[in-house]
Every structure is written in structure tokens, then in C-alpha cells.
């Protein structure tokens, strides 16, 4: 919700600027064997993570209702 990290990586668009963007939708979609993130994939599409990782590298986040 913060995007500012904690078990993760931050994923504020600062954190995330110069990383490839290909490299980071493949990490939404398999996860990272090894740690605490999952794979993504049997919840959203190639184009949803695709989507999502160009909001968070532009730093709009899609907005959190009630916040
Ligand atoms: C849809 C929700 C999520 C998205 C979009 C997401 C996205 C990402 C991205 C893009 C990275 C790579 C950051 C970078 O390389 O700079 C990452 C890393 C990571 N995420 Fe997630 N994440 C999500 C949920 C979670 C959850 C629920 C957990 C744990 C319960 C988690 C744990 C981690 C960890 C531990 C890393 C660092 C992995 C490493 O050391 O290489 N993530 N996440």
C-alpha cells in the first residue's frame, strides 16, 4: 500500500528507475524462486503485469480506495 518495501523491494518509481521493465513484468508473473515473492501469473495476464509495472515505474499507482 505504501509501495515503500519491508519483506519486499520498495516499488516506489525511484526504486524501480533504470531496472528493465521486461525483467520486472517477468518477476510479477513467476515471482522470484528463492524468496518470499510469488508468481503472479495464475491471477493476471502478460498485459495486466505489463500494465501495472508501467504505473509503478511512472509512479502512479493505481489508487488504494479509502486512502
Ligand atoms: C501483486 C502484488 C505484487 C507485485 C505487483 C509485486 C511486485 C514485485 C516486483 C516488481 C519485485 C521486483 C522489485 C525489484 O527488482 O526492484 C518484487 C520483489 C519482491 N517481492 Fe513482490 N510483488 C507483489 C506481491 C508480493 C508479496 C505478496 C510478497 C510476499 C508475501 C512479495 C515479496 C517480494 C520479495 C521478497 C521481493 C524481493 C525478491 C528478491 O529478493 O529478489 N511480493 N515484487
Known amino acids: 500500500m505504501t509501495l ?20 520486472l513484468v ?5 515471482g522470484r524462486p528463492g ?4 508468481p503472479w501469473q ?3 495476464t502478460q498485459d495486466e503485469a505489463q500494465w501495472l509495472i ?3 515505474q511512472a509512479g502512479q499507482a493505481p489508487a488504494v480506495p479509502g486512502r
Open 4 to 23: 515503500q518495501g519491508g519483506l519486499g523491494s520498495p516499488l516506489t518509481a525511484g526504486a524501480l528507475s533504470g531496472k528493465p521493465r521486461d525483467g
Open 35 to 38: 524468496t518470499a515473492m510469488p
Open 54 to 56: 508501467e504505473r509503478l
Open 26 to 30: 517477468a518477476t510479477v508473473l513467476q
Open 42 to 44: 495464475p491471477f493476471m
